[in-house]
T-cell receptor
């Protein structure tokens, strides 16, 4: 069990560019979650998957955001036409079953210039 | 929707003193409750969780929390603070399949 991993750990981009983040959950975990955390705040829920199905999306997830989990294993989160307000830490978590403990990855810190 | 409040965005204690971090939740049904810790530039690590088995929950690193339904509280305590406890602490509640986090409390430990 190697834990949840995220790539890249840091990303600096210019406003208007597209970025994609990857999350590899703990193997055999069916649930995968994405959160966003801005400085001085708690993580805010964005979306989650049960295997490959995206079951819920937050209102925070604008049309510029898209997440996929094509084979029920790793997941990607893409942000199109980035804005400075997208600068945040993007956290991924996984759990074996609903309401079980969510295990978090180290996060991807995004800075939009 | 569920919500979590944490009283005090910043708490300072002396090394060896009692740590008390406050958390209140809003829930119409008994929830699952969590405390997570976050060290700088790292992800979140679970300290402990309440799942209705016992009202006093013991976690890692000497932390424990008590669930009080009448007060809708889940305060985190540790009898004796250590320098390594300095971090950001988040209380969270299940809703029901996702987790709703409080704003966090930054704990400083003074030598």
């Amino acid at each position: 069990d190697t834990g949840v991993s995220q790539d890249p750990r840091h990303k600096i981009t210019k406003r208007g560019q597209n970025v994609t983040f990857r999350c590899d959950p703990i193997s055999e975990h069916n649930r995968l979650y994405w959160y966003r955390q801005t400085l001085g705040q708690g993580p805010e829920f964005l979306t989650y998957f049960q295997n490959e199905a995206q079951l819920e999306k937050s209102r925070l997830l604008s049309d510029r955001f898209s997440a996929e989990r094509p084979k029920g294993s790793f997941s990607t989160l893409e942000i199109q036409r980035t804005e400075q307000g997208d600068s945040a830490m993007y956290l991924c978590a996984s759990s074996l079953i609903p309401q079980e403990t969510q295990y978090f990855g180290p996060g991807t810190r995004l800075l939009v210039l | 929707a569920q919500s979590v409040t944490q009283l005090g965005s910043h708490v300072s204690v002396s090394e060896g003193a009692l740590v008390l971090l406050r958390c209140n939740y809003s829930s119409s049904v008994p929830p699952y409750l969590f405390w997570y810790v976050q060290y700088p530039n790292q992800g979140l690590q679970l300290l402990l969780k309440y799942t209705s088995a016992a009202t006093l929950v013991k976690g890692i690193n000497g932390f424990e929390a008590e669930f009080k339904k009448s007060e809708t509280s889940f305060h985190l305590t540790k009898p004796s603070a250590h320098m390594s406890d300095a971090a950001e602490y988040f209380c969270a509640v299940s809703d029901p399949d996702k987790v709703i986090f409080g704003p966090g409390t930054s704990l400083s430990v003074i030598p």
